[in-house]
């Protein structure tokens, strides 16, 4: 796997790896300050300088991935990300907005949506599971409190390429000095 664009810091340790399966164990990873991924929609502005950690695939595939975060200012994120080139991709997870971890997901195709599905703000929870499958440039996004049962939350059609880039994601928009955020069993599987 490979950065694009490095954050602070990052300890990975990888588990299994062949053809058509990635495993990363933990990855903990410190967000920089002034970071993100966004085109144009609502806000006006392009981003391209969030932290994205991938692997280059070729075909379908399942990716998933536990994220647990030290959440401080508005906007903090972490999760998986697919990424064709800046105009179009998908970043999944959690964004940190007044006070509350937000299920959320970003489609990209030129201009930027974002749809979101508010956590509790007393007792939320210390981890969520995200998963996506696609299939010929289709898309479900699933996310879980427990890791067994799975909720959709976004579906939708990306790219006809069936060359894309998938890893693990993070960003600190509003944040001078960043945030800290953890990545359990990152797992991505070619089908």
Known sequence: MEWFNNPISSEITYGEENGIFR??????????????????????????????????????FEVSVRVIGKY???????????????????????????????????????????????MKKENPPESIVFKMTMKQ???????SLDGAE???YRTGFLTSNPNLQVGIMCASPNSEDGFEIEFRDYKLRIL
Do not use: P
């Open 137 to 143: 440039g289709s898309f479900e996004i699933f996310y």
């Open 23 to 60: 495993k990363v164990e933990v990855a903990k990873v410190h967000a920089a300050g002034k970071s993100d991924y966004w085109r144009k929609s609502h806000y006006g502005f392009i981003r391209d300088n969030g932290h994205f950690l991938y692997d280059r695939i070729t075909g379908d």
């Open 150 to 152: 799975f909720i959709m």
């Open 72 to 118: 401080r200012e508005i906007y903090d994120q972490g999760g998986f990300m697919v990424r064709e080139n800046e105009e179009n991709w998908i970043k999944a997870g959690i964004e940190y907005v007044d006070g509350i971890q937000n299920v959320s997901a970003v489609v990209t195709r030129d201009y930027s949506d974002w749809s979101v599905v508010g």
